[in-house]
């Protein structure tokens, strides 16, 4: 099945530091992925659509100069959270749906963990 | 008009019992209704899903019973198992935007 890698799945850093996360797919290729915000016993909440080759989108009340997302191929999406600070502490996932199945549902990575002192 | 709300918040039920999840939609544009299954602190795993020109689906000991006319999906999870308790998410898909609204969850406890 398809199969989405995220990394790192856990990271613990310093108010004011930036942090990259990874989200890969790796057997399809995905000109779409997905990042989602997940706070303790909340749903996910999209935050952006990533476009590979383009501009991602963001959803409304998401800060774009905050989360930097990079598609640069169609099997890698990265998300930087620029200075994180305490209140960006929360538990992000990434999802892709394959190639020319725009309309089927996505699959997603096993999350990344941050939490900012 | 963007939401799906998702009932009951939490549910517990003893081992072979057949817990129900509910879910309501606004929106007619969706066209596609996943099941997700997530433990925690790991991603959500796409469980079972169907499309609205069919009323009911079933894999294994998860159906999906769907209603158009009312807007309305559940799901049933026959037999239930301890190992079956997680958190639960019904989602609508717009094949328009790609874009997955979720509901805000339900928490199964299947006791031994």
């Known amino acids: 099945g398809a199969v989405v890698s995220q990394h790192p799945s856990r990271v613990i850093c310093k108010s004011g530091t930036s942090v990259k996360i990874e989200c890969r797919s790796l057997?399809?290729?995905?000109?779409?992925m997905f990042w989602y915000r997940q706070f303790p016993k909340k749903s996910l909440m999209l935050m952006a659509t990533?476009?590979?080759?383009?501009?991602?989108?963001?959803e409304q009340g998401v800060e774009k100069d905050k989360f930097l997302i990079n598609h640069a191929s169609l099997t890698l999406s990265t998300l930087t959270v620029t200075s994180a600070h305490p209140e960006d502490s929360s538990f992000y996932i990434c999802?892709?749906?394959?190639?020319?199945?725009?309309?089927?549902?996505?699959?997603f990575g096993d999350g990344t963990r941050l939490s900012i002192l | 008009q963007q939401q799906v709300k998702q009932s009951p918040q939490s549910l517990i039920v003893q081992k072979g019992g057949i817990p129900i999840i509910n879910c309501a939609y606004e929106?007619?544009?969706?066209?596609?209704f996943p099941w997700y299954q997530q433990f925690p602190g790991k991603g959500p795993a796409l469980l079972i899903a169907?499309?609205?020109?069919?009323s009911e689906k079933k894999e294994g000991r998860f159906t999906i019973s769907f209603n158009k006319s009312a807007k309305q999906f559940s799901l049933h999870i026959m037999d239930s198992q301890p190992g079956d308790s997680a958190t639960y998410f019904c989602?609508?898909?717009?094949?328009?935007?790609?874009?997955?609204?979720f509901g805000q969850g339900t928490t199964l406890q299947v006791k031994p």
């Open positions: 999802s892709a749906t394959p190639l020319g199945y725009s309309n089927q549902p996505q699959h």
């Open positions: 057997d399809f290729q995905a000109t779409t």
């Open positions: 990533s476009n590979e080759g383009s501009k991602a989108t963001y």
């Open positions: 929106n007619t544009a969706f066209d596609y």
């Open positions: 169907i499309r609205p020109d069919v």
């Open positions: 989602a609508a898909l717009s094949g328009n935007t790609g874009k997955l609204i």
